[in-house]
């Protein structure tokens, strides 16, 4: 996808943002009822604000919130995870550690003959197109770990080789909400009733055989009465306009944010798109993802310009260590990545670039400083604080 592309699609979702508080949780054929922006979203070919911007501009902040509120459901969960990384490494350290036996036992029910038939629907739908609605999402989970008593962490990993739109920390964050490990005293269970309610009769009626085995689901294990991590404070990154006095600075695009600012694209000597394929392996990620990665990557460089590279690597340190010193710049400048593959990736990026006697700096967009600090505890918390700190969301609201 090209972010013309992500923006076209936007302004045709614009007409049905209107039922979407609705119909958001209805998953019909096609998806009709929901934007799928969240590929473009989750590599920020648009920007969350965007996206918020469209639906403000066309109605009154009231007959939107809904739409807006999930736009930023994403932005709560990164934040969450900035502030407590600890639960990322152990996710990480988790599946490192996973027994061969679960990994056969979910290999089993990914057979396509779980048992369970719309389960087998999701799980194929997934694999296809690299998409499930939300609603399935929270359905699949559930099933995975409450009816097929599967490690939430191995669900959680399919996903992410997955998803096109693959966030670690939503899609982590979210596996270990419905397993009852992230909110003290709440789990989620797929019920039949519920799925009866939202499902689409054509893909319902089609796929009944053992949906009895959700008329009474159990819990796999009581949901956990411990409060979450503790929120650690989030230092500071420089907003990037101390770091521009040399002739010398470059900018480092990686999939976390494929949207430059103009003043830093305009101050940058050169830009390099990375393609970090040694990330996609170690994680795991199906073609399918990789290639959705590497063409908005490749759309990104394009719409920059000549002075933008575009580089596919299986040794992302090495390559841009090369590409620094070829260009002679004595700093990269980069946004900082979120929790994740990437963050993962820094202390060996910084060290490739240090030997060239190259300086790594990272920065953050000013509306990510706006919200990174505001989740400390469970969403609507953020909201309220969202809508007060958040110029673009505090100005919309007191106009409506």
Known sequence: ???????????????????????????????T???????????????????????????????????????????????????????????????AEMNSGASRAAEKVLSGQSGIEIFDYFASELI???????????????????????????????????????????????????????????????????????????????????????????????????????????????????????????????????????EILERSVRVAVITSLDLHHSHGYASMRREWIMEAAKSTAEQIGPKAEMIVSNDTALALADWAESHGLSTVIAYQPWVGPIRDKLPELKESLRTRGIALCLVRKPSDQVWISLATAGFFGFWKKLLKKHPLLREMRETA
């Open 33 to 95: 009822n929901v934007s799928r922006l969240s590929p473009a979203i989750r590599h920020r070919l648009i920007s969350e604000d965007e996206v918020t911007s469209a639906a403000l501009e066309n109605y009154s902040f009231s007959k939107v919130e809904k739409f807006v509120q999930e736009v930023y459901w994403r932005s709560y969960w990164k934040s969450w995870l900035e502030m407590r990384p600890e639960v990322w490494s152990a996710y990480r350290k988790d599946l």
């Open 1 to 31: 996808m090209t972010r013309d592309e992500a923006l076209k699609q936007l302004e045709e979702f614009v007409p049905r943002m209107i039922d979407y508080a609705e119909d958001r949780n209805r998953v019909v054929a096609g998806h």
């Open 128 to 262: 296809t197109t690299g998409y499930l609605h939300n609603h399935a999402r929270m359905w699949f989970a559930a099933i995975w770990v409450h009816e097929f008593k599967l490690p939430w962490q191995l669900g959680a990993n399919l996903f992410q080789q997955h998803l096109l739109d693959g966030d670690p920390a939503s899609n982590t964050l979210s596996w270990r909400w419905v397993a009852g490990l992230h909110t003290a005293g709440k789990n989620y269970l797929a019920r039949a009733s519920n799925l009866e309610q939202y499902l689409a009769p054509e893909i319902l009626n089609s796929h009944l055989g053992g949906l009895e085995r959700l008329s009474h689901p159990k819990a796999a294990f009581p949901p956990t009465h411990e409060s979450a991590p503790s929120p650690n404070p989030v230092a500071e990154v420089e907003s990037g306009d101390s770091l521009f006095d040399a002739a010398s600075a470059g900018l480092w695009l990686h999939e976390d944010d494929l949207n430059p600012e103009p």
